[in-house]
């Protein structure tokens, strides 16, 4: 079997690097894995013999920017006009401790496969002919959609705890039977995932849920007890609820969100949400757009574009699909925001102080009220119209 020609290795960028390491290097991981597959390329790999210094001289040898990125662990990223590539010296592990390695140069290609997780992502190809090197039966596994680990899972997992994580999100990936053992391994050290640091966790998870159909594999996960020593309020009453968001988002062709996959597996309290924003490292305004899903619609609104104003247009279309039990409930409100630009509220403070409201606190309070009647007439951007609406506001607080 070969790797058939890909589209990234006509990309110029691309042509330039693996010429300038032409001779010891071959492509790994998913790029050989997904190639195969006939699925698109995300991120392309190239595995090595050559040791980081000298790929450095010769990346910019060829005038192509080299970036240090891991040097303790042997890559470094090329960066040549339309293309961003990792290049990784061979290497066997020395010392691993379940959340770090400390690793050694190596120019044996069946050592290097041997440190890696899965035998599906421990393919090489060589980049000229497009010959496959697989040293641990990675095609039959492919052929069969089976994620299984290289060697003793146990091992695996000891030396990286996040290959459970892994484990999880390539079967929900390729769907294929799970590998009883490797499965069984994931289960009996389930507990290890509470020793890695929460930005690794939360990376495997937001990956997991984005996936065509995550049920199937969170229903396994559940079920092993694989997410209660880092996520206990996830239950399986939950899923439900994620079943119906996927059905929906994948019937009107909405990209996933992974925050709102995960808000239909928690409960809806603000609290709550978040804490596991917390846990999760989440960026403020991530945490800001999950939190907000607490505020669950009880029945889908008939002025979409007012939610969005409030709430913003994202987190609109975050409640709009939770709240939605079939596709044609929200599909018409959903549409309605693909076109939506927030407008601007055509009058200031100013112009109430030269109504007659005295400078101060009243102007607030009333250019707050006044901007609740504008958004409920539908944001008339007529500045007369506007200020007719400030009259009437004013001429109200003061009977």
């Avoid at 929460?198 to 969170?218: F, G, H, M, Q």
């Avoid at 079943?243 to 603000?270: D, H, K, N, Q, S």
């Avoid at 925001?337 to 601007?344: A, F, G, H, M, N």
């Amino acid at each position: 079997m070969k790797l058939p020609p890909q589209p990234w290795m006509a990309r110029a960028g691309a042509r330039r690097i693996l010429a300038a390491l032409d001779g010891d290097t071959r492509i790994v991981g998913g790029a050989v894995r997904d190639g195969l597959l006939g699925l698109a390329v995300a991120d392309v790999d190239l595995a090595t013999r050559l040791r980081p210094d000298e790929v450095i001289h010769r990346l910019e040898a060829a005038d192509i920017k080299a970036v240090p990125t891991g040097i303790a662990h042997g890559t470094v990223t090329a960066i040549a006009e339309d293309s961003v590539i990792e290049v990784t010296t061979l290497r066997r592990d020395v010392a691993t401790d379940g959340r770090h390695a400390e690793v050694a140069f190596s120019e044996d290609w069946r050592e290097d496969a041997g440190r890696r997780d899965f035998t599906i992502n421990a393919l090489y190809a060589d980049p000229a002919s497009g010959e496959i090197f697989d040293y641990f039966g990675g095609l039959d596994d492919l052929a069969a959609r089976c994620v299984r680990f290289i060697g003793d899972p146990l091992q695996r997992i000891a030396e990286d705890h996040l290959r459970i994580l892994r484990f999880f999100r390539f079967h929900a990936r390729f769907g294929g039977a799970p590998h009883p053992p490797s499965l069984d391994a994931c289960a009996a050290r389930a507990n290890d995932l509470m020793a890695l640091s929460r930005e690794r966790i939360r990376d495997e998870l937001l990956k997991l849920l984005c996936v065509a159909d995550p049920l199937p594999t969170l229903r396994l996960m559940l079920d092993r007890g694989i997410l209660a020593p880092v996520f206990p309020e996830v239950k399986p009453d939950r899923l439900g609820a994620l079943e119906r968001l996927v059905a929906i988002e994948g019937a009107l062709a909405v990209p996933c969100e992974p925050l709102r996959r995960l808000a239909t597996l928690l409960p809806a309290e603000a609290a709550l949400l978040g804490d596991v924003a917390a846990r999760l490292r989440l960026s403020n305004l991530e945490r800001k757009r999950l939190v907000a899903t607490a505020d669950r619609l009880a029945a889908i609104p008939a002025a979409p574009v007012a939610l969005a104003y409030r709430a913003g247009a994202d987190t609109a279309a975050d409640l709009l699909l939770l709240a939605a039990d079939a596709p044609a409930a929200v599909a018409a409100p959903l549409a309605v925001l693909r076109d939506w630009r927030e407008p601007r509220l055509p009058i200031s403070g100013r112009d109430l102080i030269a109504l007659g409201v005295p400078m101060g606190p009243a102007v607030s309070r009333l250019l707050l009220k006044v901007e609740d009647d504008w958004v409920e007439a539908g944001f008339p951007p007529d500045r007369d119209a506007v200020l007719a609406l400030a009259r009437q506001a004013l001429a109200s607080a003061s009977r």
